[in-house]
């Protein structure tokens, strides 16, 4: 079995900033790309960032500048900074990440059980 466990959501003030932390756990191989998903209530979940194995980022324009996504290869982890807050950014977010686990041939993907991300004042 694979876990991912999210951690660090909660309630900021416009302008304030929160990390979100993901670690994977379980029968794991290798972690292809990791990444972050939000779900703004009453709308569709979209992708907020991604990075590779190799460490290359993108980020959806409306984050870019504001959010960095990291992550720790050792720990099966990944992050994300998150910087200048708007109240726009209010969403459930959610870790994504591509997995081979042990013995297997081929990746699959995981979501975290996310974690809200509340931005008011």
């Known amino acids: 079995q694979v876990q991912l466990v999210e951690s660090g959501g909660g309630l900021v003030q416009p302008g304030g900033s929160l990390r979100l932390s993901c670690a994977a756990s379980g029968s794991i191989s290798s972690i292809n790309a990791m990444g972050w998903y939000r779900q703004p209530p009453g709308k569709e979940r979209e992708l907020v960032a991604v990075?590779?194995?190799?460490?290359?980022?993108n980020y959806a324009d409306s984050v870019k500048g504001r959010f960095i996504i990291s992550r720790d290869n050792a720990k099966n982890s990944v992050y994300l900074q998150m910087n200048s807050l708007k109240p726009e950014d209010t969403a459930v977010y959610y870790c994504?990440?591509?997995?081979?686990?042990?013995?297997?041939?081929?990746?699959?993907?995981?979501w975290g059980q996310g974690t809200q991300v509340t931005v008011s004042s």
């Open positions: 994504n990440c591509n997995i081979i686990r042990r013995f297997a041939t081929s990746p699959r993907t995981y």
């Open positions: 990075i590779s194995d190799g460490g290359s980022a």
